[in-house]
């Protein structure tokens, strides 16, 4: 200690005494993680160097950007939500929340002296690095800023928070408070920022509380009995075989439901006395369930878990995870299914306080490191406006900050825009092609058109292909013909074959998949067992 203080000035050697005297005196504050932090924290103990639970946002700021507004606008939200300037230590073997002091959170990066063709490249470059660049969490913050310059009048704005610390809702939040404060700030003005009388801590402390007191067990005992018996494992055909432990890659095809089919959806709906969710849910069931040809479906589906008007300005990670069993037996009509669908929903957000992570421990389902647990498919739907960043006097524009990894197998995300949906495909590129994932999405068009239509119709007999998809898929695609090597034999072409494709599906009956490695095994040993026999050349074996 002594030689790292030669050197310093005076009143360096102060503010170091001041600050170790105001640490001393003012210790970290600590709490508990919540039961959602402590999966997405146990995770990543399990892969630390990776990103995929990073939740990064970026925007292009053309104009004249005051940057000591916006570092100012940063460093406010950072002290107004403790969850922003906290780490996440190991204490006796068990992950803590320990809030540290407010620190100046924005980096600059000045690319203005690059050629004016390499700068965007640069950014973009810069950008893919800092959004998969891995968090520390045990001594650094989950929340990263950093301004690329690009010129006087533009600038790219990057935030990476770690999911630990942010969700969807906290993120209209964040949007909200920057653009007040830099607005504020601007003007001179304070700006006016609901008070916050709880931070997320409080909220972790008092979810554990209620946990302990088993005030929410009788919520656990639906659940229970709701997910009883063998968990279905979603089963949808690959174009990959599935690696022995589940891998995270992935990338997301954009998808579109236009006004005309919007309205439709939602005059059924209204008719039907469904909500939008149920509807879409629904379709989606139908879809995987056409798929794979399992009628007991399981599909997570996110909620915002802000009961109290208390936590609905705080910015932490509260979303939870259902479990929804969508159950297709019997080849209901797509009314009836609907009906099941509505009833079980609605019996879902009736008990919807029971962490998932808790769930997991108390079903103890078969734990295979395939696939993850429970169910492998999601399903979401975003219906309350997002928040757009605005920064007074620049054009700001969101660039996309897709990360390419997908959760699960697939997911579908939608969002109302005004009078249309958008969103999103997202799915795990170890397992599907990008085409087979853009078919699927054709296919649950097709579906809800003709359940809004004909929703009498038993859901096994509901039209998955329009004219176009149906010439394409079984008349141009199934030419199988094939100009077959006169010069070789079919054992010398299959061992071609073997020799380029071991790993490659050859045969499918039923769940049973052999690759063309496995069958030219059991093929061989099917000769030398008919050799043995006495089979030789130009004896007829029946098959």
Not at 2 to 10: A, R
Not at 76 to 85: A, D, G, I, L, T
Not at 86 to 91: G, L
């Amino acid at each position: 200690m002594t030689k790292k203080l030669e050197g310093l000035t005076p009143e360096q050697k102060r503010k170091l005494l001041a600050k170790l005297l105001a640490r001393k005196n003012n210790p970290p504050k600590e709490s508990p993680l919540s039961f959602s932090q402590r999966r997405l924290w146990f995770l990543h103990q399990l892969e630390p160097d990776g990103a995929s639970y990073n939740s990064p946002a970026a925007w292009t700021l053309e104009g004249a950007l005051d940057v000591d507004a916006l570092r100012n606008a940063l460093t406010e939200v950072v002290r107004r939500h403790e969850v922003f300037r906290s780490t996440f230590p190991r204490i006796n073997g068990e992950p803590v929340q320990r809030v540290g002091p407010v620190q100046l959170p924005l980096k600059i990066v000045d690319l203005t002296s690059l050629p004016g063709d390499n700068r965007d490249q640069e950014a973009e470059q810069r950008q893919r690095a800092e959004f998969q660049r891995p968090f520390d969490l045990a001594r650094k913050t989950a929340f990263r800023a950093v301004l690329l310059k690009l010129t006087d009048q533009r600038h790219r704005l990057l935030l990476t928070m770690h999911h630990l610390v942010i969700d969807g809702w906290s993120r209209n939040l964040l949007n909200d408070e920057i653009t007040r404060l830099y607005s504020g700030i601007r003007q001179n003005k304070k700006a006016e920022l609901p008070s916050l009388p709880r931070q997320y801590s409080d909220f972790s402390r008092s979810q554990l509380q209620e946990w302990e007191s088993s005030r929410s067990h009788p919520h656990l005992d639906y659940w229970c009995d709701h997910l009883a018996g063998d968990l279905p494992v979603l089963e949808l055909p690959l174009d990959r075989p599935r690696p022995s432990v589940q891998t995270y890659r992935g990338s997301w095809v954009p998808v579109v439901l236009d006004k005309t089919i919007f309205q439709e959806i939602d005059d059924f709906r209204r008719r039907e006395g469904v909500t939008l969710f149920m509807t879409l849910l629904t379709v989606y069931g139908v879809l995987l369930h056409r798929l794979t040809h399992q009628a007991d479906l399981l599909i997570g589906s996110p909620v915002a878990n802000r009961g109290r008007a208390d936590l609905e300005r705080v910015i932490g990670f509260f979303v939870n995870t259902l479990p929804l069993r969508v159950d297709c037996a019997g080849s209901p009509t797509f009314r009836q299914l609907l009906g099941r669908v509505r009833k079980m929903a609605l019996q879902a957000y009736a008990h919807q306080d029971v962490p998932f992570e808790k769930l997991v421990e108390a079903l103890k389902p078969d734990r295979d490191l395939s696939h993850s647990p429970v169910f492998q498919a999601m399903f979401g739907l975003q219906t309350v406006a997002t928040t757009p960043l605005s920064l007074q006097g620049l054009k700001v524009r969101a660039e996309n900050t897709s990360l390419d990894a997908a959760k699960v197998d697939l997911t579908l995300n939608l969002k109302v825009v005004e009078s249309h949906l958008e969103g999103y495909l997202e799915f795990n590129t170890d397992l599907f092609d990008r085409s087979t994932v853009e078919g699927w999405f054709a296919q649950f068009r097709n579906l809800l058109r003709n359940a809004l239509q004909y929703p009498d119709t038993p859901v096994d007999r509901l039209e998955l292909l329009d004219g176009q998809e149906f010439e394409r898929l079984v008349v141009t695609e199934n030419q199988t013909r094939r100009e077959f090597p006169r010069q070789q034999t079919v054992p010398q072409r299959f061992a071609e074959i073997v020799a380029a494709h071991p790993d490659r599906t050859a045969v499918v009956y039923g769940k049973e998949r052999l690759r063309y490695a496995e069958l030219d095994q059991r093929s061989t040993a099917l000769a030398i067992h008919l050799q043995r026999l006495g089979v030789s050349r130009d004896r007829l074996v029946g098959i």
